[in-house]
């Protein structure tokens, strides 16, 4: 981020929220495109190879715009925690968050080592499914 101080949460925020909204800007503009296209041609998914085509794209670009959407929901509780004053500290264990880490994750909720303990959790649930 050129330009920008460390440690200035509000405008790494900031940077974020409108780095989001470009993709999401970008990606509901060519999902439209999509829409239109399967429109116009009258598409039958299981025998017109263009239909599939575009059927898949949309589900691979509707997975990329629900990502940006909670990357800006992240924005927004992320903004409304620096308004309370709670910005930078720890959701689980309540040390504050390095540095380091919020320059890189602006919109982190955990220090460092709960983060590391909620996605080992997350990928020891996933292997016992
Ligand atoms: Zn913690």
């Given at each position: 981020?050129?330009?920008?101080?460390?440690g200035?949460?509000?405008?790494?925020?900031?940077?974020?929220?409108?780095?989001?909204?470009?993709r999401?800007?970008?990606?509901?503009g060519?999902?439209?495109?999509?829409?239109?296209?399967?429109?116009?041609?009258?598409?039958?998914?299981?025998?017109?190879?263009?239909?599939?085509?575009?059927?898949?794209?949309?589900?691979?670009?509707?997975?990329?715009?629900?990502?940006?959407?909670?990357?800006?929901?992240?924005?927004d509780?992320?903004?409304?925690?620096?308004?309370?004053?709670?910005?930078?500290?720890?959701?689980?264990?309540?040390?504050?968050?390095?540095?380091?880490?919020?320059?890189?994750?602006?919109?982190?909720?955990?220090?460092?080592?709960?983060?590391g303990?909620?996605?080992?959790?997350?990928?020891?649930?996933?292997?016992?499914?």
């Open positions: 981020m050129p330009g920008r101080p460390p200035d949460p509000a405008a790494a925020l900031r940077d974020a929220r409108a780095g989001a909204l470009r999401l800007g970008g990606l509901t060519h999902v439209d495109d999509l829409v239109a296209a399967s429109a116009g041609s009258n598409a039958d998914d299981e025998h017109d190879p263009e239909g599939a085509t575009i059927a898949f794209e949309r589900s691979q670009l509707g997975a990329l715009v629900r990502r940006e959407r909670a990357q800006l929901a992240e924005i509780a992320a903004e409304a925690r620096l308004t309370a004053g709670r910005y930078g500290w720890c959701e689980v264990c309540g040390r504050p968050i390095a540095r380091e880490r919020l320059d890189v994750r602006p919109t982190a909720r955990t220090c460092v080592a709960c983060a303990h909620a996605s080992r959790g997350a990928v020891a649930g996933r292997l016992r499914r």
